[in-house]
């Protein structure tokens, strides 16, 4: 694959990857590919989208098509052209599909029954990134310029996110049971409920605030795609945060260390979940996969070594009682802990007593220093 665009995980257990270069798709780990030599109306595949009846509808070069049966069926507007570049589909309650469609202008489509029925021009405020079924009714929007959008019988609604215009694109959406709708920005996570909304970004938990893409898992868990990394937050502190938005949520975040390598992509959708619980991502350049039942984790704490003591550029032991000169200055203390999983996120906590109040935080930095010790006795400590 030269580009992976985006990632569709279907019912049958086939994950299907949309590249620059074909169509592939991964049966019982089984990777094959569907290119133009095999009768695929073009080259490029853009965005992807399974409706109720199980068809594949494929954004292709400037296009839309349906696969089905090991065939591809071109879709056209009323006028008989190419549809345009998809950048996003979903289907509504009735089972109409809505491609949103890139060009000058942007436009949707209603198809129903494999035929386009409507095209509806999309305002220059109205332009999506993301789409998603509405269970009331119509269709979702995530706007380009960071807003949500409700279409139903020919009416366009807009919900503000109250996040600035330098919000950009909603770029993935999730709708749930309560009515509440979930958008990925750039400034953080946005839950729409009632008519207000509400940011969640690094000021309440967050490690960074671009989200990219979000989905939930089979525990209820919702996992964001993000610029520094893959992140999970459980349901119920998604429902405290809900209830109470000035406190911070618990988010474990899978970064480079873990292997994660998150970026954005131009199409939907972005990330899947499977029916063996494995969710997938595009990045544009590569395909991830991470399964939430198998995160092993050590529960055991590393064990601590101190490594050097330095006093005024002079070493002393590390593993017994030892006295200053009077007049010393400055005090370094090295230390380590031994873990051989992902060093680089072990974290520390160290204080030394008869000098410290408290237990410090300095994270995954792994010294300690001192300048301004009085006469006395010390014991150092490091967790």
Known sequence: ADR???????????????????????????????????????????SLFEDHA??????????????EGGHFRTIRKLDGAPLGIVVAMTEDMHHNVWP???????????????????????????????????????????LVNGNLARYWDGQFHTFSANHGAEAGPVLSLLTDSDGSV????????????????????????????????????NAGSVWLATACGLMVISNDELGKWAKQPEVAVEVKTFDIFDGAQPARSSFQPKASLAPDGRIWFANDSILQVIDPSHL?????????????????????????????????????????????????????????????????????????FYNDLVPGRYRFRVI
Not at 301 to 321: C, L, N
């Open 296 to 368: 092993n984790a050590n529960a055991i704490p590393p064990p601590v070594h101190i490594e050097k003591i330095v006093a005024d550029r002079i070493s002393y032991p590390s593993e017994q009682e030892f006295s200053l000169p009077p007049l010393t200055r400055d005090l370094e203390i090295d230390y380590t802990a031994l873990s051989f999983v992902v060093p680089q996120k072990v974290r520390f906590r160290y204080k030394l007593e008869g000098h410290d109040a408290d237990w410090q935080e300095p994270g995954t930095r792994r010294q300690a």
């Open 100 to 142: 949103q469609v890139q060009g000058r202008p942007a436009y949707l489509a209603r198809i129903r029954d494999l035929r386009v029925k409507e095209e509806v021009l999309s305002p220059p405020t109205q332009v999506a990134f993301a789409l998603a079924a509405d269970p009331q009714g119509g269709i979702l929007l995530g």
């Open 182 to 217: 979930w958008g990925a920005t750039k400034q953080g996570l946005v839950r729409w409920n009632e008519g207000k909304a509400e940011t969640l970004n690094s000021s309440k938990g967050l490690p960074c605030d671009s989200v990219f893409s979000l989905l939930r898992d």
């Open 54 to 67: 199980g068809r594949l509808f494929v954004g292709i070069d400037g296009g839309l098509a349906v696969f």
């Open 4 to 46: 992976v665009n985006s990632v569709l995980a279907t019912p049958d257990g086939t994950v299907w990857i949309g590249n620059q270069g074909g169509l592939d798709f991964l049966r019982n780990d089984a990777l094959s590919s569907i290119t133009a030599q095999d009768g695929m109306p073009g080259r490029n595949v853009t």
